[in-house]
């Protein structure tokens, strides 16, 4: 793991590292926190150092990669956790990625709950595909 993580080119290792320093915080607080306080302080992190002027296109496939990656370091870094990550560090660069949550019926009957990001009608975080999902609502950043 450690000869992976040093053949990655420096950029990439550097978004690896600061997807793990917003993944295990996010992490724990979504487990022992209520949801509304989780938002407030994700909100004031996207907010504390800025953002680039321009939005880099290119920047949500890599940060999408490099938190799926650090994800598989985080015991229990599903969508939400993903996707509250992902909008942080897309927001400091200069995305406005909105935050959805959507339920689906299983064939057994189980409902289902997923997180994912949108920007500009594009769904980030497509696995599972959010059109099988029923959005609940529009999670309010609080930037409007």
């Not at 590292?17 to 926190?33: D, E, F, K, T, Y």
């Not at 990625?97 to 980030?124: D, F, M, Q, S």
Request: glycine share 8%.
């Amino acid at each position: 793991m450690r000869a992976r993580f040093f053949r990655l080119h420096p950029a990439e290792r550097r978004l690896l590292l600061q997807s793990l320093a917003w993944l295990l915080p996010i992490r724990v607080g979504l487990s022992l926190l209520p949801f509304g306080m989780v938002l407030r302080l994700q909100r004031k992190a996207r907010a504390a150092n800025g953002h680039e002027a321009r939005a880099d296109p290119e920047a949500v496939d890599r940060i999408t990669r490099a938190v799926v990656r650090a994800s598989r370091l985080v015991p229990g870094s599903r969508c939400l956790a993903q996707a509250l990550a992902a909008q942080i560090l897309l927001g400091r660069r200069g995305h406005a990625a909105e935050l959805r949550i959507g339920v689906a019926r299983a064939p057994t009957g189980k409902l289902l709950a997923h997180a994912w990001l949108e920007e500009g009608g594009r769904a980030i975080f497509e696995r599972p595909h959010p059109d099988s999902y029923q959005p609940l609502t529009r999670i309010d950043d609080g930037t409007h």
